[in-house]
């Protein structure tokens, strides 16, 4: 028998975040952000998910493919758009929309004779500093990718620095400065904007992140109100048990003190599967349907929980290291990360299932590919 651990995506929990999104989003089209493997929940398997979305983000060209190759009709954005020439034919072929952010893109499209002109997301850089131009270069890069033969459409897109808990009308302000005098539609909004800033909307939002279900600010308690599902559960079981006495410690660099005689159980889960090892005692952890927490230092394959609220568990019992009850961002915030990066770094070691959303059906197995 392998290892009890294992990872559950839940299809239908993206799907009803994304109509969550169509809901809250006002009337925009809805670009569903899959960058980095779906945010490590795997393109093939959320992708019947998104049949709602009218588009596709995501960052890498083989990801593009894959996506075409699943039989997605609707556009497909790639949100750094290409990194060499080579790449405008692939674009071309599989009916790509490329970002443009600065003029060595400009410049490898104005070469490229595509069999149809390829439609264009421009960037903005509007004070995030990253990827863009300046709005002061903004109009002059629009007249030039209006002039260029394999250009079609010209969308007009920028990405805010802070719109998970700061201002953003200072960026709005800059775009809208920069832009009024251009046609194309308008696209400003990552999932914080789509929650918090509802004048960021405009014609496509990007959300990313939500569709998982797991928050923007990287702190469960800031997306309660949307009732959101979270997209993966990580599972595991106890696999041994210790009592302490008083004055006993646990695991790697005797981190935990026991201050009473106490339960602890061991559960097949450590960093090498992607779990936090800078997760601190008192990390909240689900043992047999019970919240309780986990003591003393993650280790590579293993981890310790508290079971005194948990007077029935022992060995076998189920553990939910986050998913619907414990969110991972319960999880990445105490260990100093959000949950992006956990959802992200789900270890290749660990295998995964597909829910198949229907109760009482165990999940289907799936070899783990990705
Ligand atoms: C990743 C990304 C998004 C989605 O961000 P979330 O915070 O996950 O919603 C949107 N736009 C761009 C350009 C991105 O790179």
Redesign the pocket.
Known sequence: MPRPISARIHPDAVRHNLQLVKRTGSSSHVWA?I?ANA?GHGIERIYPALAEADGI?L?DIDEAVRVRELGWKKPILL?EGIFEAGDVEIADRHRLTVTVHCDDQLAMLKTARPRERIDIQLKMNSGMNRLGYRPAQFERAWERASAIEAIGSIGL?S?FANADGGEIDWQIDQFEAATRNLLGTRSLS???A?LWHPRAHRDWV?????LYGAS?TGCARHIEGFSLRAAMTLESRIIGVQTLEAGETIGYGRAFTADRTMRIGVVACGYADGYPRHAPTGTPVMVDGVRTRIVGRVSMDMLTVDLTPCASAGIGSAVELWGEHVKVDEVAEPSGTIG?ELLCALARRVPVSIDAGVPGQPAEKEAHSA
């Open positions: 952000v960058k945010y983000a960052l949100l897109m990405h990552n999932s914080a789509v990007r959300p990313g992140t939500i923007p992006y």
